[in-house]
Structure formats: structure tokens, C-alpha cells
């Protein structure tokens, strides 16, 4: 058998096994290898490389639309020196991911435009890359989605289904107020979820609105009880990145909803809010 049909062989294989990459790469590989710039085992180093990469990149935009996530933002895009009063070594410390293996709700708080959904969504997408399985979602659509489920007669199937996720993203709680029907629904999955999942949870508004919001003290307060056992509680209190090369055209009558959050009750993350409920409303 000769050096050809050895290589027409090679190919072929590579065809068959789907390795398109590595298939592309082959004849570089072989004149570098002829060239003697790298070993036999490099070359193969270097296919499986090329392959695995293609792989793993095409795993990971499968799985970007599976969880939803598809304005990608990621932590390295993240300016950090636009926003001070945010602790960068606890954001990295989360997008170390050890918050989903001990299924813990992060609150990421702020005034709009501070980065809080670019947040969550990086650490989304940094659980995508690790393997692990994500749901991205505003809490508008949440509750949409929960009430047609309930409408069609679905509603534990679709409850499981989004619960099976190992990180749950919930952005935007509180630019809308939720109709008690929804606060109900809500209120399932968040029990339903309970020590079994990670979650993270955006929102320009403080706990102690939470009643207003959900329209009821004690589903919010319930909500509250479940949603800050075991959670980290970031704060953001800087200026909107959005208007940072326009601040000076907000009229003066908005700045206040623009400004820093304001009366946030003081929480130690990891530890059981005992006083939660008395203080919502
Ligand atoms: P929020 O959810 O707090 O209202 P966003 O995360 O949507 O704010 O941020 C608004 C826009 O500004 C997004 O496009 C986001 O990527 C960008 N952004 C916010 N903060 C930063 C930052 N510190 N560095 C880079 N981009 C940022
Ligand atoms: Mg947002």
C-alpha cells in the first residue's frame, strides 16, 4: 500500500467521523510533520486539537440558545473601573460557579444601566461554558410562560422542565408589577426550587418593595424567606453605563430613579434572614 492511498484513507476516515476540522487541517499538519517542525504525536495533537475546538465551540453556541442567552455578554467585556463601588474579586469569585453547586440565589441590585444583566448574563454564559445547564429569563416572560402552562394544563410539567436547570437567570424584577395570579405561580417555582437549584435575580428595586411589587405581603414575604436563605446580595450603586457620555441631558425631576438604590436592608450573604418577612411591606 502506498503513501497515497494511506493518505486518501486517512481522509476518508476523517470524512466518515464528521472531523471536518481536523480534515482541513491534515495537510498542513503532514508538511509541517514532513518539515520535521513537529512530531508525529504533535500532528496528532495538533488534528484532535483542531477538531475539539471546533466541537466545543459549536456545544457552546447550541447550548447559548437552548438557555436563551442570546445578547452574550461576558465578564472580560466587563468594565469594572466604570463601576467602583462593585467588588471585582466577588465577581470573579462567582464566576467561579461554586454558587450553583451549592444552589444559592444571587441578587445582583441596582439603579438601571449599572451592568446588572450584563452581569448575569456573563455569569449564564460562564455556566454554559463549565457544562452546566441554563435558563435565562426576564421575570415578565417567566410568569408569562408559567401562566399559559397553568392555562393549558401543564404547569407541573413546565415548572419541572425549567427547574431542571442548574442556574435559573431571572432579570428584571420590579419595572413590572406582577398580578397576584402570577406572584402565585412565581411562588411554586421559586419553592419548588429551593436548596435544589441556583439562581440569579436582577432588579432595580429594594426587598422592602417586594410587597408593592408582587402585590401581596406574604407571598413576597414567602418569596423573600426562600430567595435570601443562602444568598449573596451584590450591590451596585454607580452611575448608568448607558448615559455615561449623556448624564448631563437626564432632566433633574428623573435623576432620583436614576440614582443610587436607596434604603437596601443590610444582609449578611450565607445566613438565614429571620426578620425578611416582618420588614417586606
Ligand atoms: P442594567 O441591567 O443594570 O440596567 P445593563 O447590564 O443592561 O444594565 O447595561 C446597560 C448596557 O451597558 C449594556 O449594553 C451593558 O453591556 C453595558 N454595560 C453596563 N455596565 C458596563 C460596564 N461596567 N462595562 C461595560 N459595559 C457595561
Ligand atoms: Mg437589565
Do not use: C
Amino acid at each position: 500500500m502506498n503513501a497515497l492511498s494511506t493518505l486518501e484513507r486517512v481522509k476518508q476516515h476523517l470524512i466518515e467521523l464528521k472531523m471536518a476540522s481536523a480534515l482541513e487541517a491534515l495537510d498542513g499538519v503532514l508538511s509541517r510533520v514532513e518539515r520535521g517542525e513537529i512530531s508525529t504525536l504533535e500532528a496528532f495533537e495538533a488534528l484532535l486539537g483542531e477538531e475539539n475546538t471546533l466541537r466545543e465551540s459549536r456545544r457552546i453556541r447550541a447550548q447559548l440558545m437552548t438557555s436563551r442567552l442570546t445578547h452574550i455578554k461576558t465578564l472580560e467585556s466587563f468594565d469594572f473601573s466604570f463601576q467602583p463601588s462593585l467588588d471585582r474579586n466577588r465577581i470573579l469569585t462567582l464566576a467561579q460557579l461554586s454558587f450553583i453547586d451549592r444552589h444559592q440565589t444571587v441578587h445582583l441590585l441596582g439603579p438601571p444601566g449599572v451592568g446588572k444583566s450584563h452581569l448575569a448574563i456573563a455569569l449564564g454564559v460562564a455556566a454554559v461554558k463549565a457544562r452546566k445547564s441554563v435558563y435565562f429569563t426576564t421575570l415578565a416572560e417567566l410568569i408569562a410562560t408559567l401562566t399559559k402552562a397553568e392555562r393549558q394544563g401543564s404547569l407541573a410539567t413546565r415548572l419541572r422542565y425549567i427547574n431542571r436547570v442548574a442556574l435559573l437567570v431571572i432579570d428584571e424584577l420590579g419595572y413590572l408589577p406582577i398580578e397576584k395570579g402570577g406572584a402565585n405561580l412565581f411562588f411554586q417555582l421559586v419553592n419548588a426550587r429551593y436548596e435544589k437549584g441556583a439562581t440569579i435575580l436582577t432588579s432595580n428595586r429594594g426587598f422592602k418593595d417586594w410587597g408593592e411589587i408582587f402585590g401581596d405581603n406574604v407571598v413576597a414575604a414567602a418569596l423573600l424567606d426562600r430567595l435570601l436563605h443562602h444568598a449573596v446580595v451584590v450591590e451596585i450603586n454607580g452611575n448608568s453605563y448607558r448615559l455615561r457620555e449623556h448624564a448631563d441631558l437626564i432632566p433633574e425631576s428623573l435623576k432620583s430613579f436614576t440614582a443610587a438604590q436607596e434604603h437596601l436592608p443590610k444582609h449578611k450573604p450565607g445566613r438565614p434572614r429571620k426578620t425578611a418577612p416582618a420588614e417586606v411591606g
